[in-house]
């Protein structure tokens, strides 16, 4: 006798139909790799533009161009709505919506909350839900099973509950979703062998765990553990400077071992949704066990604490050469958080802009990503690139190290350089140079 989940199991890895709620930098890619592995995939979300330029072939993610996504648009393979309804046929739900922190850095699983009432409008027997936005250990069993049960369906036998965490890296063209593990932990062993199915259609390798608890919170060590370890880097490079050293020659230099070290570099701050978010989830949820995670108060201090920092480097290079910071105009190189995107959430060039402003100086920036960016109430637009826009400024910031930027030219014709990413650190050694 074939059972709900044998059937269900067939459909996964034939040609099924995937709902994916939300189409930001998780949903998009994700829902172009299944629609190029065969399945019918339908993307729902709130933001009306993301579902038009969906309906019209245009990508708004760095990682999907627009020539694949609208082959698939043209083919039937993919399309978009704004309302859960058109779910209701899906084989499979998968739950792509942001994570954000509460103004005291508390979760805000409120889109999570609102995407598992939704679909328990439309859930139905045979279907697999499987929510991948991260978030603290114990999300999927207390926001998503009861509300799914309370349809009357069983978890495992009627429908299948699994959590499998993004591991999307923007940008990244070595590693891509196909490319990186993904992790898969179901309410049952049938909720994830049926996860597993279905990500085994998009990834080259699938690493099933226990439970959904574990699959959250192997997110939540994943991004603790770097944090944790650039804050220590970050600190360290504060250190070298006091004692004269150049931390990113010690950090090449301790890379020579080939045991027992693996290398972090410092930066003006953590950008992304991630890095700055994920381990507050983590606090949270253990704070509530009566336990105070230490490692992560201390990591977050010093990464905060670097945008202030970088202002002060600057104000401290203009002193040097009897400068002040207010009237001094400023050039930041890069506003998004890392090289290659144009994403700027949380970036530290932000903060650091809104420092710089709010001790008088003139700044503007370039990014050839970025074309207009909201500093507090300043809105600043790219400014165009010549080598006279570099020698007009008393001092070029470089925040974000963007593969286009002519490395050379920039230390030849800026009068003063501060470089946050040792974009300069293969070139010979100059005194109107200054790295982290």
């Known amino acids: 006798m074939t059972t709900t989940a044998d059937a269900l199991k067939q459909r996964l890895a034939g040609e099924p139909t995937v709902g994916l709620i939300g189409l930001g930098y998780v ?82 699983i409120s889109f999570i909350v609102g995407a598992a009432d939704a679909v328990a409008q439309v859930i139905r027997r045979g279907q697999l839900v499987v929510l991948e936005s991260t978030t603290y250990p114990g999300t999927t069993q207390e ?79 994943e991004n603790t553990f770097r944090s944790v370890n650039i804050a220590l880097v970050n600190e360290f490079a504060i250190m070298c400077r006091r004692l004269g050293l150049s931390v990113w020659e010690v950090i090449a230099a301790a890379s020579t071992k080939p045991f027992g070290f693996m290398p972090f570099y410092p930066g003006p701050g953590l950008g992304g949704h991630c890095l700055p978010s994920d381990p507050h989830y983590l606090s949270w949820k253990v704070r509530l066990e009566g336990y105070e995670p230490r490692f992560i108060t201390f990591a977050d201090e010093i990464n905060r604490r670097m945008p202030d920092y970088v202002v002060q480097m600057v104000a401290d290079a203009l002193n040097d050469r009897s400068r002040a910071v207010r009237g001094a105009r400023v050039l930041v190189l890069g506003v998004a958080y890392k090289a290659g995107v ?72 800026a009068p003063l350089v501060i470089d946050t990413r040792n974009a300069t650190g293969t070139l010979p050694p100059a005194t109107h140079v200054i790295r982290l």
């Not at 299944?34 to 933001?47: N, P, R, W, Y």
């Not at 490319?179 to 062998?193: F, N, Q, Y």
């Not at 709010?358 to 809105?379: C, E, I, L, M, S």
């Open 143 to 221: 926001i998503l099973l009861p509300r799914l049960q309370a349809r009357g369906l069983v978890a495992g036998r009627d429908v299948f509950i699994a959590f499998s965490p993004e591991r999307i890296d923007p940008g990244n063209r070595r590693w891509t979703l196909r490319d990186i593990p993904k992790v898969v932990g179901g309410i049952t062993d049938a909720c994830r062998d049926l996860a597993s199915t279905l990500y085994g259609r998009v990834t080259r390798q699938v690493v099933p765990v226990s439970g959904p608890e574990t699959a959250e919170m192997v997110k939540l060590f």
């Open 27 to 108: 949903g998009l890619p994700l829902a172009v790799a299944f629609a190029e592995s065969g399945a019918t995939v339908i993307g729902v979300d709130l933001d009306a533009r993301r579902v038009a330029a969906v309906r019209a072939g245009e990508s708004f993610i760095e990682d999907v161009p627009t020539e694949r996504l609208a082959g698939l648009v043209r083919a039937g393979r993919l399309s978009a709505a704004d309302d859960i309804g058109a779910l209701k046929d899906a084989d499979a739900i998968v739950i792509c919506v942001p994570t954000p922190l509460g103004k005291s850095k508390e979760p805000d």
């Open 342 to 413: 144009a994403d700027v959430r949380d970036s530290p060039a932000l903060e650091i802009i809104e420092g710089l402003l709010g001790r008088g100086a003139t700044v503007a920036y370039h990014d050839p990503y970025v074309p207009a960016v909201t500093v507090g109430a300043a809105k600043l637009e790219s400014i165009p690139w010549t080598a006279a826009a570099l020698a007009s400024r008393d001092v070029v910031l470089i925040l974000t190290a963007h593969a286009g930027y002519d490395w050379p030219a920039i230390v030849r014709d």
